[in-house]
């Protein structure tokens, strides 16, 4: 079973440009997470979709972040403008369900962004 | 308040030596669900358990195994007899149906396994 795909693996780019990333979740999980990851921390959920529904943003910064889930299926998270504070790792990860049995949630590779 | 507590921040062994993470988490909830994730240098977080607060039975697979003391809100992970590739980064998380099930990570423990 192919596991959560992540692209780019990495971004560099310049402050008030804009960033976006993909991921395409595992197979029929309809649950989609973002994650922000500073070096040394763990992670921190951005937004959580349920089928192409937002479930919780209440910790996305709404002013430069966005985020999609057309079809239920693909996510794609942008950015813009970018700050010096945004870099980090963009983690995505999905699930069966949200709760219950079937909560855990699998993590792609991640994308490293850095903003100079 | 921080919910998940990893208090050692770095841990370095020689190949062989027993590794021993320590994980206190904090809730009011009587049925939540506790996690252990790796995550090496390749950045991708592999899951590695699930525990359920009604289980309280230890476990154990190959060479990790979790000892989950409710009384104590600690749920911690060994690695037995470790190699150079459990090097990484190792996150405890809680779920809580309060918290809508989201996860609430610790802030990770750093494994060096030196050859």
């Known amino acids: 079973e192919a596991g959560v795909a992540q692209s780019p693996r990495y971004k560099i780019i310049e402050k008030r440009q804009s960033v976006a990333f993909w991921c395409n979740p595992i197979s029929g999980h309809a649950t989609l997470y973002w994650y922000q990851q500073i070096l040394g921390q763990g992670p921190k959920l951005l937004i959580q979709?349920?089928?192409?529904?937002?479930?919780?943003d209440s910790q996305l910064p709404k002013d430069r972040f966005s985020a999609e889930r057309l079809k239920g299926v693909d996510s794609t998270l942008k950015i813009q403008p970018a700050k010096l504070e945004d870099s980090a790792v963009y983690l995505c990860?999905?699930?069966?369900?949200?709760?219950?049995?079937?909560?855990?949630?699998?993590f792609g590779a991640g994308t490293r962004l850095s903003v100079l | 308040a921080q919910k998940v507590t990893q208090a050692q921040t770095e841990i370095s062994v020689v190949e062989k030596e027993d590794v021993t993470l320590d994980c206190v988490y904090e809730?009011?909830?009587?049925?939540?669900?506790l996690f252990w994730y790796k995550q090496p240098p390749s950045g991708e977080l592999v899951f590695l358990i699930r525990?359920?607060?009604?289980?309280?039975q230890n476990e154990i697979s190959g060479r990790y195994s979790w000892n989950f003391q409710k009384s104590t809100s600690s749920f911690n992970f060994t690695i037995t007899a470790s190699h150079v590739v459990d090097s990484a980064v190792y996150f405890c998380a809680l779920s809580e149906p309060s918290n809508d099930y989201k996860l609430s990570f610790g802030a990770g423990t750093t494994v060096t396994v030196r050859a």
């Open positions: 809730t009011r909830d009587t049925t939540y669900y």
């Open positions: 525990r359920n607060s009604f289980d309280e």
């Open positions: 979709f349920q089928n192409n529904g937002v479930v919780d």
């Open positions: 990860a999905s699930s069966l369900f949200r709760e219950g049995l079937k909560n855990i949630q699998y």
